[in-house]
């Protein structure tokens, strides 16, 4: 039977429906209407941000959580322009992000109101301004069409991507007849056949190498990936964006080879020139992501799987639905298909990058990097920020079992991660897993820009521990300063700060302490994990310390890279599928 109903109602309806129980934002009167409409449904709740963009990222976090579509409600003029730079990254990450964008009255358009985004008569256009950070854009012009352009838009979003709505104040109070018809259930996603790639896999003869990217996180293919590296025997590497995916390094697993490109582990361009066939799953291999491995590439025979053409030449295989097409590709290379060719490489090496000694007082990154991996127990979600920071955890640091590790490396925009640990940790329970606690881990720098809200994490007492690396500078671009700009000057050091008493001041009640030295680190790491609520620990480090960074090392003296030899010789017995 048909009903009217606000339009925002709508919107909140549809959106429980699909089993979305979050909406992040930052409030003001062109989207209040969408927050009065949150605030009488028990089954969403609207999360208040401190600013737009880390509002977008905790979208973003939420959405790489696992726990569904994220979504993002922000109001017009400069609110909205401040979701620009999140959306950026969830583009190009491909995370599935829904942004909710207030506007003017459509009586308004063109006549010089505050705000006016229509692109009328000299506005600012900002369906051109979401148009270029978005898989789709619409501007809703009438209550009716809402219905029709959310759905779209969420189908949009699903593909990998996020997806934008500017809703006028008007439209959002207008009213809409509803027929009762929904297709919230529906998922357009095409499963691709794996066909092509099949018989180079099954005639293999020699080692197979997976990468696996991104798309691997945001379908949870794990599993899929997992059943399909068994028949394979295959050795897998990550992107750095997609390191909880395979395996996990130090905790007993032969099968992870580490991560790729710039930050990568040496003995993965090894182990691809070293295969037969190299398997890319998921990923498009930005220069990010492949550096170091252009060569290998381009002497293995190279297939695809994925959302998306890898940028080196392969046969590719486009899928939207990467679990069903992994689950095709592994019952076609099983049984009588099975290859017969394949083996697993006599030794498997962990490699590291070496950066030069740095002198000076601080934490060394590789230390802070070993405290962590003792301290965080398994379950733990690490999410990483930008900078030299964010290169030294992503190398040295495991992600955890069970556990989820995000880096946003589409656009690095710094001071990501404070809103995506928080959204992580909304998204954790919705998503079905168990409880645990998330870490964020990022610079000083990325704190000065959007740390503020760990008051978002204190006000709803989220279990997130933030551990700032504090070396009083925007460290990447010091180290650029010293390497190719002569030392002369920086611009790029701050004065001195004390982040934890700082924060410890600020908001009463919150675990914050300093850490200078390594026992102190570790001993403030044991306590805060086991905090009621959120925790700050900063720890003193260097700002001359050079990353595990490819491009910075290359501008060096020579490297050693430390290698550990991990024997695989009973996984060539025939009767041994595959080792974890």
């Given at each position: 039977m048909p009903r009217t109903q606000r339009v925002v109602d709508h919107v909140v309806e549809r959106l429980a429906s699909i089993g979305i129980d979050h909406i992040f934002g930052v409030d003001g009167a062109n989207i209040e209407d969408l927050y009065d409409a949150a605030h009488f449904r028990s089954d969403i709740t609207a999360i208040l941000a401190k600013h737009e963009f880390s509002a977008a990222t905790m979208a973003d976090g939420y959405s790489r959580s696992g726990a569904g579509l994220g979504v993002v409600a922000a109001t017009s003029g400069g609110g909205a322009l401040n979701l620009v730079a999140a959306l950026g990254e969830s583009l190009t990450s491909r995370v599935p992000v829904l942004a909710l964008v207030g506007q003017t009255a459509t009586t308004m358009d063109g006549r010089g109101s505050f705000q006016d985004t229509s692109g009328c008569n000299g506005s600012l256009d900002a369906e051109a301004v979401f148009s270029a950070v978005s898989l789709s854009c619409r501007r809703v012009l009438s209550p009716a069409d809402i219905a029709p352009a959310l759905s779209e838009a969420i189908a949009a979003a699903r593909t990998g991507g996020p997806a934008v709505l500017l809703l006028p104040k008007d439209i959002q109070q207008g009213y809409v007849d509803l027929d009762g018809g929904d297709d919230s259930s529906h998922d357009p996603r095409p499963i691709g056949n794996p066909a092509p790639i099949v018989p180079v896999l099954r005639e293999a003869d020699g080692p197979v190498t997976i990468i696996a990217g991104e798309q691997v996180a945001r379908d949870n293919a794990r599993a899929e990936l997992e059943a399909l590296r068994a028949v394979l025997r295959a050795r897998v590497a990550t992107v750095p964006d997609a390191k909880d995916v395979a395996g996990t390094p130090g905790l007993g697993s032969s099968s992870s080879l580490g991560v790729t490109g710039v930050m990568g582990h040496p003995g993965v361009a090894e182990a691809v020139a070293a295969s037969a066939v190299c398997l890319v799953v998921g990923t498009r291999l930005s220069v990010t992501a492949r550096t170091g491995l252009d060569d290998a590439l381009a002497a293995v025979r190279a297939v695809s799987i994925g959302s998306a053409q890898p940028y080196v030449p392969c046969t590719h295989v486009h899928t939207e639905d990467l679990r069903g097409s992994l689950r095709m590709l592994t019952q076609a290379l099983s049984g009588r298909g099975r290859p017969t060719g394949v083996r697993v490489p006599d030794v498997?090496?962990?490699?590291?990058?070496?950066?030069?000694?740095?002198?000076?007082?601080?934490?060394?990154?590789?230390?802070?990097?070993?405290?962590?991996?003792?301290?965080?127990?398994?379950?733990?979600?690490?999410?990483?920020?930008?900078?030299?920071?964010?290169?030294?955890?992503?190398?040295?640091?495991?992600?955890?079992?069970?556990?989820?590790?995000?880096?946003?490396?589409?656009?690095?925009?710094?001071?990501?991660?404070?809103?995506?640990?928080?959204?992580?940790?909304?998204?954790?329970?919705?998503?079905?897993?168990?409880?645990?606690?998330?870490?964020?881990?990022?610079?000083?720098?990325?704190?000065?820009?959007?740390?503020?809200?760990v008051h978002t994490a204190v006000h709803y007492r989220l279990p997130v521990t933030f551990v700032l690396f504090n070396n009083n500078a925007h460290a990447m671009c010091v180290t650029r300063e010293q390497l190719f700009y002569d030392d002369l000057y920086s611009y790029n050091r701050f004065r001195p700060s004390r982040l934890g008493a700082g924060l410890a001041a600020m908001f009463p009640g919150l675990t914050s302490?300093?850490?200078?030295?390594?026992?102190?680190?570790?001993?403030?790491?044991?306590?805060?994990?086991?905090?009621?609520?959120?925790?700050?620990?900063?720890?003193?480090?260097?700002?001359?310390?050079?990353?595990?960074?490819?491009?910075?090392?290359?501008?060096?003296?020579?490297?050693?890279?430390?290698?550990?030899?991990?024997?695989?010789?009973?996984?060539?017995?025939?009767?041994?599928?595959?080792?974890?």
């Open positions: 498997v090496r962990r490699t590291e990058l070496t950066p030069p000694p740095c002198e000076g007082d601080g934490v060394r990154y590789r230390d802070a990097m070993a405290v962590l991996d003792d301290a965080l127990p398994d379950g733990t979600d690490i999410v990483v920020d930008a900078g030299n920071t964010g290169a030294a955890a992503i190398h040295y640091l495991g992600a955890r079992r069970g556990g989820r590790f995000a880096v946003a490396l589409g656009m690095g925009g710094m001071g990501y991660s404070f809103g995506a640990g928080i959204g992580m940790a909304f998204g954790r329970a919705t998503s079905g897993r168990p409880r645990g606690r998330t870490v964020v881990i990022a610079g000083d720098g990325a704190f000065f820009m959007h740390g503020m809200e302490v300093d850490a200078t030295d390594l026992g102190g680190f570790a001993a403030a790491m044991r306590a805060t994990l086991d905090a009621d609520g959120p925790a700050v620990v900063s720890v003193e480090c260097a700002a001359d310390e050079i990353p595990p960074f490819a491009p910075f090392l290359a501008q060096t003296p020579a490297k050693a890279t430390a290698r550990e030899k991990i024997p695989t010789s009973k996984e060539n017995r025939t009767d041994v599928a595959a080792s974890a």
